[in-house]
């Protein structure tokens, strides 16, 4: 094992896929000469060269469907989004040609293509640099979406995102990017689709996924074991296709559950995760499903408006507590 | 200076466009086709003109106006007139329709429903070439309406900053669906837009499939000698409305006269006899031979059956292992030369020379500066 800041862990995921495969290349804004605005393609320019870690003008629809051509005809592009926000100028190449182009050709064309950058808040930038939009790229048949919390995942999951045969949604965390952990060491690759269990518990089931993991839901379970109570962290990591065996089975062994979201509450992904478990595991649940999100408001700028939009310890363990009926 | 064979080619191909357009609009009024319908009748000469300046591994792409593109390349008009029944035995199997017409056997990579989305797509495909270095040329077509689209703006921009073996062809039939080009476009004339970009433009006679086929000629050349993208703006009209849906009273009658008086197929056939390379009677040859072709499509269309139910579930993502769908070899029982790209190769293409940016040490200061 190794530690490694959750840029270091992307970085040498890209780098051991583009050793592997030289239909790989990187191309988005600042990727090259400047290493990538949050650094995480530092050194890949010197390594492969201008054709394979590409700058590209500030024009995201523009690569982004000049990455979906490429992927449609043999390469295999990681699109760089400087942030998801960009990316909503991006969202006609990404939704209507990568997530189609199989289903219009009938099959006789792939797509396979990561789009990849950082979601949610990032500190103090106000509403426009300060979404997490998973929610918008889980609603498209035809996109798989993945946002690991940890460095270890963030590496696994980007390997098969990229070895993958579908368009792949890769949503990092602007505030993870200097978070370290254990990265294991040589060919680490996670599968998509399998969540991972971070902490063990049997009285509640956290639900969460990315920067909620380490921001408010693994402390969270920390103070409510100090007060007796046994928290299961369940990380999605994996969002389309999400582990249904593995939420089911957490909720039929805790019988309550909190899910914990950076984004909104209306139409969230957290919303669908609920849908599921009402559907599929009625009979197990002892208290309605609870969820944490950010307030439905658009993210504001100053420190204290800002902390109390988004999601936090205390609010995880006030959801506990409510589903514990305390 | 035209071979014999290649002006033949060229008369039948741009025949059988126009055939297989009418009987598409026959079966759209007998409900047989439905949804949106876009008819290619009277802009023959653009279709047919450029694809016979490219080889058949230089890839193409249109927008929804998509019939006749493929069919030219050689795709079975039966298959392409099943895919717009929704039949089974369509290109598609039935699942992309009129808009979305497909056939990578031929090098046509698709028809695309939002206008100008897929400008990008072909500098993408151009890209995948330049970077394995393969000698081949993706074309692209779009409408008039397509050059007000910033997808147009943001790839020509990359486009030509990366010399992209790309060819952009814009249609322009005057109309984006109902409003005449001018009425809202500052610069209305469309091949101007490649200056912006330093892009060679040209603009041509799109009624006349020589013009097109010469001037393409020399795009071709120019394209393939590396020297980047360039945009033809195409002159031509369409003789139908925007869809089958459309009335097309935006237009005059004396003006649809007036254009159907250029009619690119009767113009070809009194080149060719005015040439005396054919006579008469083998005109009548290609007409009846066009004709027995559309017919056989219009009835294996009509007799195809629709797609099995449990094929909704197909096609949405790649399954582990799912091969690709080979539609002529599926459907009609024939081995196809399908075009493949190679997973190990070499990357040989410098985009951009090394940084310019000297080491620190470079940095002088000027003696007594502050």
Known sequence: MAELAYREALNHALDEEMARDPRVFLMGEEVARYDGAYKVSKGLLEKYGS????????????????????????????????????????????????????????????????????????????????????ANYVHFPGLKVLAPGTPADAKGLLKSAIRDENPVIFI??????????????????????????????????????????????????????????????????????????????????????????????????????????????????????????????????????????????????????????? | MYSPDLLLTMYRKMLLARRFEE??????????????????IGQEAVVVGVNEALRPTDQVMTA???????????????????????????????????????????????????????????????FASKYRGEDRVTVCSFGDAASNQGALHETFNMAAKWKLPVIYIVENNKYGMGTDVSRVTA????????????????????????????????????????????????????????????AATYRTKEEVEQEKGHDPITTLRAYITKQKIAPEA?????DEDVKREIDQAMTFADESPEPPLEDVWKHTWVEDGEPDERPRQRVRGVEVTWPTFPSQFEVKWDLEPKSPVAA???????????
Not at chain 1, 55 to 66: K, N, V, Y
Not at chain 2, 213 to 224: E, F, I, P, S, T
Not at chain 2, 360 to 370: D, E, I, R, S, T
């Open chain 2, 23 to 40: 009987k598409a609009g026959q079966a759209y009024g007998l409900k047989k086709i439905q949804g949106f319908c876009h008819l290619y």
């Open chain 1, 51 to 134: 054709a394979r870690v590409v700058d590209a003008p500030i024009s995201e629809l523009g690569f982004a469907g000049i990455g979906v051509g490429a992927a449609m005809t043999g390469l295999r592009p990681v699109i760089e989004m400087m942030t998801w926000n960009f990316a909503i100028l991006a969202m006609d190449q990404i939704v209507n040609n990568a997530a189609k182009v199989r289903h219009m050709s009938g099959g006789q064309l792939r797509c396979p293509i990561v789009f990849r950058g950082p979601g949610g808040a990032g500190g103090r930038l106000s509403s426009q640099h300060s979404q997490a939009l998973e």
């Open chain 2, 187 to 246: 610069e209305p004339e469309l091949y101007k837009r490649a200056a912006s970009y330093r892009m060679r433009g040209e603009k041509v006679d799109g009624m006349d499939v020589l013009k097109v086929y010469d001037v393409m000629k020399d795009l071709v050349d120019h394209v393939r000698k590396g020297h980047g993208p360039v945009l033809l703006e195409a002159q031509t009209y369409r003789f139908r409305g925007h869809s089958m849906s459309d």
């Open chain 2, 64 to 126: 929804y106006r998509d019939h006749v593109h493929p069919l030219v390349r050689g795709a079975d008009a039966g298959m392409l007139m099943a895919e717009l029944y929704g039949k089974d035995t369509g290109y598609s199997k039935g699942k992309g329709g009129s808009m979305h017409l497909f056939d990578i056997e031929h090098n046509f990579y698709g028809g695309y429903g939002i206008v100008g989305g897929q400008i990008p797509l072909a500098a993408g495909m151009a």
């Open chain 1, 172 to 326: 990092e965390a602007e505030l993870l990017y200097g978070s370290k952990g254990e990265v294991p060491e040589g060919e680490h690759v996670v599968p998509i689709g399998l969540a991972d269990v971070k902490r063990e518990g049997s009285d509640v089931t956290i639900i969460t996924w990315s920067r909620m993991l380490t921001s408010c839901v693994l402390p969270a379970a920390e103070r409510l074991a100090a007060n007796g109570i046994s928290a299961k962290v369940l990380d999605l990591r994996s969002l389309r296709p999400f582990d249904t065996e593995a939420i089911a089975a957490a909720v039929k062994q805790t019988n309550r559950v909190v899910i914990v979201e950076e984004g909104w509450s209306w139409a969230g992904f957290g919303g669908h995760i609920a849908d599921f478990i009402a559907r599929e595991c009625f009979d197990d649940l002892d208290a309605p499903v609870s969820r944490v999100h950010g307030l439905d408001v658009n993210m504001s700028y100053a420190a204290n408006l800002e902390r109390a939009i988004q999601p936090s310890v205390e609010r995880v363990i006030e959801a506990v507590n409510a589903v514990l009926y305390r």
């Open chain 2, 282 to 286: 083998q005109f009548e040859l290609i």
């Open chain 2, 360 to 370: 620190p040490a470079a940095v002088q200061q000027k003696k007594g500066a502050a």
